[in-house]
Structures are given as structure tokens and as C-alpha cells.
């Protein structure tokens, strides 16, 4: 090793799921939307003015924060946006979880958040899920430098009730509280309206998920107006110019198209909803999920042999070689012709 | 303060130029490019599939590294890209300077390497330019965790000799060097191929001046495998997805039409040279600018009061109220006309 390789920082990446170059059937591993972006979407790509780009985009992303602002009823100041949601959540860590004590974070959970901290090198603690695989919200009440979860936690997909996230709200009015609302569009109820009781709780979301624009990279962030700056502070201390032209005018028509926002939810939900029954018959245990995806295991079939077999048949699913959930299988919602395929397909591997 | 709150990050954040939001005349305070990115470009835009947006983008942004790559005349494995140079450059401050030695870098120059580095509190060290505003050599071959520097310098507009940053290279192989070439393509001469011979040097690129594409957000680093990898893993240690589907498309297109570059590059030169001597007529001192602006200081008057005058008239230009600098405008290179309006306003602001 030569000298100067000493100081580069150790870090253990995420590793995303696969994006595959091969041709694929289904391609449920990555919990993107089955449905295209809003209409409106397109417009705002055909109207963008490429002699415009030579120009610096808005630091502020001012239309944008303004378009999230009016949807979700908040001041503009209490809205931060980023490069997708992890550049969010990155940029939470960073910001507010600088203190000595540990940041708690369930031991089954987006698995991104360790590797934030270690990258950071936050000092963080573990809290095991219970058997039902669901956050314990006692066990998030000891002493600590900062809580995040996600709600819908993932990827086990099970959504804490309300009362109980504002019970961890409660019992951590020293630190900041994070909740990862990535999934919450599903079916979940959001702690959004709680960031006006507690300033001390941020609320992010992305527009990765249920507005399908996964490909342009876009999160935002809801808190107190002191959260948020302290947010805008370190972002313009690491890059002025996150956001660029093509993302800030994908995201503004996206977001203002509420009734095309509904129906894909709709669409989703009532797949999602009959996947847990078919799945159930074919022998698997389903969590109940408020999610865009399943975590499902079989009663007697090895889950890394059904992703293999899966996989063999150009029909991709998450699998996660891990301790407690390496006989789960993490199936994105898709369209109800790709969800016949990979019925049909489980239906070869399981017989 | 709430107890949350003495956890928070310090920073003082950069502050880019100002990106005015009323009608303006000409806007020379940013340094970007006065003509609009190739027409490929806006093919490349007009071509995006908006309903592929729902998918995640390529986490390694593939396509895009192999045009850089191909243009570059280096291995994929050599190039690595990201949200801007400003993205860029910092994660390679995350990353390569983890030690406990200053990093060192010029007293006046790009006022964002200070920025990160009390971000991630790196240690530093100041090292004055000379009295005309030069980059010292040797005073850079001090003890050091690591050094970077702009070639040519910002704002001062100075190109060093190859020659020189050579001897920068050779003198401190223990640590990791970052060229930082924003403004290489208006006349300097590149550091790139000594990559080949120094494994330990990064030389970092942007699009957002030469390729007049500062709106779409992309830059890159060409380096050593070792210095790629390693930069690889603390990006996907951030943010799997950074580079969204427009961006890499117009990327793409744009690194491709070296034709219109070069016009484009031969325009802002020729503009610069006229610039320099009627700016120099009008009795200002003039640095041997090599990149896209002037940093010019008035023998009598006020930069300041310049800089207001010019402000009065919608006449965007940039003034640091910085020791040693302040007496200096930088002033982009705009179109002919752009600069005949500027050239109209300071005869009447200097009369």
C-alpha cells in the first residue's frame, strides 16, 4: 500500500439492487413504479429549452420547493428537496446526527442507513425488530444522539400505527427524529401534520416511488424552519447546485397532477391487495403491506431457490442474504399482466 | 437552544454567485457560457422516453463514462463523474483527505475547497500567492495530508506551466493531488496524461463552462483505478443514483460534438483577447487570463463602486469583499454584444 492510499476513508458501500443490462420478463426488485410518470411529466420535458442550460440552475430550487410547499400545505421554508431522497437522508445524517451519543436505527431496516453512518462515522445502535418483524417503539426510548426509521419500515413493509410514531416523537424531544416516509403514499398515514407539534422531527419523502420519477432523481424533506435551514446550510456547503433544470420541471408537473397521482396509487394498492391472496395460496406469509411491494416468505420453500429460479427466468426479485430475513423475498408491486407472469412462473417453481 | 439543536453540524456555507431573479441586461458574474450547448443536446432531450423515468438511472452512469471516456482517451475504469464538479470535488474530499495533516491550498482560490474542508473538518493550510497573483510551487511542497489547486487558478484567471504542476506532482507522490481544471479548455495545458504517470493525481472537469451545460450538472475525474475505485465507493456509500436520466442523455450528446465545442471555445477566446486590451485601454490592470472571465482591478477607481454602478444598470459582474482581492472584478467573457453593452457602461461609469 502506498503512503498516500493510508488516508483514504474505509467505507462499505450500498449495494443497490441489480439494474439489469440483460433483457429482462419482470423486473420487480427495485420498488419502482409499474406505471409511467404523470402525463404532464412529458410536457415539461418537451418545454424545457435546451439554450437555457448553459445558465447555473436555481440554487433554491424555488419552484419547485414552491409546488411541494402548496401540495403538502406547509411554508416554503419548512420544505428542503435533494437528489432523490437518499441525498435527503444522507445530508439529515450529516447535519444532525453530530453528537457522541448513538443514533438508533432498527436492525432490519433500510440498509443504507448504517452505511451513512459509517461513511459519517456516527455512532449508531441496532434495536431488534419483534418476531412479528415489527419496530418495538419502547425499545427506541433509551438514551441516544438521533432515532430514524422508516415508516412503512422496509423492507419488511409493515406500517406503525400513527400513535406510536409520535410516542417515539415524544420520548426523543432532545434529538432529532427522522422518518423515512418513502412508502407512505401506499396506504400509510403520515406523521407530516406532526412536524408542526414537534420541531425537532423531519419527515422526508421521494418522488421515487409513487409519482414514478425514480430515474430523476428527486426527495424532499418537510421539518421546522430550523431544521431546514440547518439542512440548506450543508447542502450549500457541499454542492450550491443540486438540482438540475430537467429534474426541478419533471418534478413540478409531477406533483401538480394529484388526480394522475391518485389512480396509480389506486392501481397499486388493489394489485398489491390481491397479490397477498394469491401469494398467501401459494403457500407463502405475507406481512401486511402499505407499501408498493411484498415481503414474503415460503412455509417450505428456501427463498434464495425461488429468487434463483426467479432470476433463471428473467423474472427479478430482491433477495437479502441476511440474518433474519434471508427467507424473504422483497417483491415490487407491478402492472397486474407482470404480476400473471411471476404467478405463473411461482406456480412452476412451487409445484 | 434546544438540547436537539447543539447537535446540529457548523457551517458557513459557500456562497455561489448571485443568480438574479429580475430582468438583467447582461449577466457576466457566473462564468457560464454565452452560447447555448450543442444542438445535439436538445436532440438528446427531445429523444428522452419520459415513461422510462419511472426506473431507476444507471448507478453507474455507464454510457456516460464510456463518451468521457472515449473523448478522454482513458479507461472507463479511469473516469468517474457526478453532480458538477462541485460534486465531485467534494466527495474526493471526503475521501482521499482522512488524515491528519494539513491539506494545503492557495490563500485565493476557489472559495469551496475552504468550505469542504471545515465540512468535514479536514485540517488545512493557506499558502499565499505571490504578488502577481501566481500559484508558488515550491511553498506547496511543505508537509501536507494532501493539496489541491485549480489550473488556471480562480478568480485570478492565471494558468501555471505544466511544467510547474508537474513539480507540485513529483514532490508530494505520499499524498493525493487534485488538479482542479474547470476552466482547462479555454487555452491551458491539461494535466490529464500525467495521470498515467502519477497514480496519486486527480484531475477534476466540468461541464458546466467549456460545454455550456451548468444547468444539466455534470463533472468528472479522471485518476488512477485505485483513486476511481476508491472514489466510487464513498459515492455509492452517499447516493446510488446521482446522476439522473436527462443529464446523463445531454452528457452524452454533449461531450460527442467536438466540432461545436471547439467553435464555441475559439468564440470565448477571441472575445477574451479583444476584452483584455479594451479593458486594459480603460485603464484597468488585467491578468493573462486563460479561461472564460477577467479578473481586472481599476488603476483609480473602486472595484466596489464599479461593481455597484454596474449593478445599478443590470450589469451582473463579480466582486469578493476578500482581503487582497478586493480591489479585483471577475467578469465572465460574454457574447460580443454582451461585452459591447459592458464596454458602453464602464465608459460612462469611468468618465
Known amino acids: 500500500m502506498k503512503e498516500w492510499e493510508k488516508n483514504i476513508r474505509k467505507v462499505t458501500p450500498y449495494i443497490p439492487g441489480e439494474q439489469p443490462k440483460m433483457d429482462y420478463v419482470v423486473k420487480l426488485n427495485t420498488n419502482e413504479c409499474p406505471y409511467p410518470p404523470s402525463p404532464m411529466?412529458?410536457?415539461?420535458?418537451?418545454?424545457?429549452?435546451?439554450?437555457?442550460?448553459?445558465?447555473?440552475?436555481?440554487?433554491?430550487?424555488?419552484?419547485?420547493?414552491?409546488?411541494?410547499?402548496?401540495?403538502?400545505?406547509?411554508?416554503?421554508?419548512?420544505?428542503?428537496?435533494?437528489?432523490?431522497?437518499?441525498?435527503?437522508l444522507g445530508m439529515a445524517f450529516l447535519t444532525f446526527f453530530h453528537g457522541e451519543k448513538p443514533v438508533l436505527m432498527a436492525d432490519i431496516t433500510y440498509s443504507f442507513y448504517d452505511v451513512w453512518a459509517n461513511l459519517f462515522q456516527i455512532p449508531f445502535e441496532t434495536i431488534p425488530l419483534n418476531a412479528q418483524l415489527e419496530i418495538v417503539p419502547e425499545e427506541f426510548c433509551r438514551e441516544n444522539g438521533g432515532v430514524v426509521f422508516p415508516n412503512p419500515n422496509a423492507p419488511t413493509a409493515i406500517e406503525m400505527p400513527l400513535s406510536q410514531v409520535e410516542k417515539i416523537i415524544r420520548k426523543n424531544q432532545d434529538v432529532v427524529v427522522i422518518v423515512d416516509e418513502a412508502y407512505i403514499d401506499f396506504g400509510g398515514t403520515s406523521a407530516l401534520r406532526l412536524t408542526e407539534k414537534y420541531d425537532n422531527l423531519l419527515v422526508v419523502r421521494t418522488f421515487s416511488k409513487s409519482r414514478a420519477m425514480a430515474g430523476m432523481r428527486i426527495g424532499y424533506a418537510i421539518g421546522s424552519e430550523t431544521l431546514i435551514s440547518a439542512l440548506k446550510a450543508v447542502k450549500f456547503s457541499y454542492n450550491s447546485y443540486t438540482m438540475n433544470q430537467a429534474a426541478m420541471a419533471a418534478g413540478i408537473a409531477a406533483i401538480r397532477d394529484e388526480k394522475y397521482f391518485n389512480q396509480t396509487i389506486e392501481k397499486i394498492i388493489s394489485t398489491r391487495e390481491r397479490a397477498k391472496k394469491v401469494l398467501s395460496d401459494f403457500g407463502f406469509f405475507v406481512t401486511d403491506s402499505k407499501t408498493n411491494f411484498l415481503f414474503a416468505t415460503h412455509k417450505t420453500m428456501e427463498a434464495k431457490d425461488i429468487f434463483e429460479q426467479l432470476r433463471d427466468r428473467h423474472i427479478f426479485v430482491r433477495f437479502f442474504d441476511k440474518p433474519r430475513i434471508n427467507q424473504y423475498l422483497r417483491i415490487t408491486i407491478g402492472t397486474d399482466e407482470e404480476m400473471e407472469i411471476l404467478y405463473q412462473a411461482l406456480r412452476e417453481i412451487l409445484k
Do not use: C, N
Request: proline residues 6%; hydrophobic residues 40%; glycine residues 4%.
Open 41 to 88: 411529466v412529458e410536457q415539461a420535458i418537451k418545454d424545457l429549452d435546451y439554450k437555457r442550460f448553459r445558465l447555473y440552475p436555481d440554487p433554491d430550487a424555488t419552484e419547485l420547493v414552491r409546488a411541494i410547499a402548496d401540495y403538502e400545505k406547509v411554508p416554503e421554508e419548512r420544505v428542503f428537496v435533494g437528489v432523490g431522497s437518499d441525498d435527503v
